[in-house]
């Protein structure tokens, strides 16, 4: 668990923020997911003597950006149960304002839109594409973070 423990980190530091309201803005250029994942390398460094290796952060940025993007999933399901009559209200003038639409439409569109299948699209959509800027956040943590190694084998001072 102690090797988890700065991707877990990272990934809640990513579902936090990217499911607060104002804040979780910032997060529409993957902000808040490059940055968990350079977190976690960042944390990972830390606590090991040597430098890190490359696909250690790679694993530790997918595995952070992950765990983010289903903490931001839950906390963004849970947010639009909250405020489904504000979200229905909005759905059902967004609708009105199309004309011609087949009543059988309309109806599969209101139920998508407020049921679980919403939740489970944004688990789909939203754990990969966090996975991959996470493990992107990780290798720029890399090139930021990473310890340097003298030619006799013994860790130098990082720059």
Do not use: H
């Not at 991707?7 to 997060?27: E, K, R």
């Not at 950006?65 to 209200?89: C, E, K, P, W, Y």
């Amino acid at each position: 668990m102690a090797r988890f423990q700065p991707a877990l980190l990272g990934g809640l530091f990513i579902g936090v923020l990217s499911a607060l309201p104002v804040i979780g803005f910032a997060n529409c250029c993957c902000l808040w997911v490059i940055t968990g994942g350079m977190l976690a390398v960042y944390l990972e460094q830390q606590n090991t003597p040597k430098p890190i290796e490359t696909s250690a952060a790679a694993l530790s940025g997918l595995i952070a950006g992950a765990v983010g993007g289903l903490i931001s999933s839950v906390a963004g399901a849970l947010t639009l149960r909250l405020t489904g009559g504000v979200q229905q209200d909005a759905i059902e003038q967004a609708l009105g304002n199309i004309p011609n639409m087949p009543p059988e439409t309309m109806d599969m569109i209101r139920g998508f839109a407020t049921g679980p299948s919403l939740a489970l699209v944004m688990v789909a959509i939203t754990v990969p594409l966090y996975a991959v800027f996470g493990m992107l956040g990780a290798l720029l943590g890399v090139a930021f973070f990473r310890k340097k190694a003298t030619p006799d084998g013994m860790v130098g001072p990082t720059a």
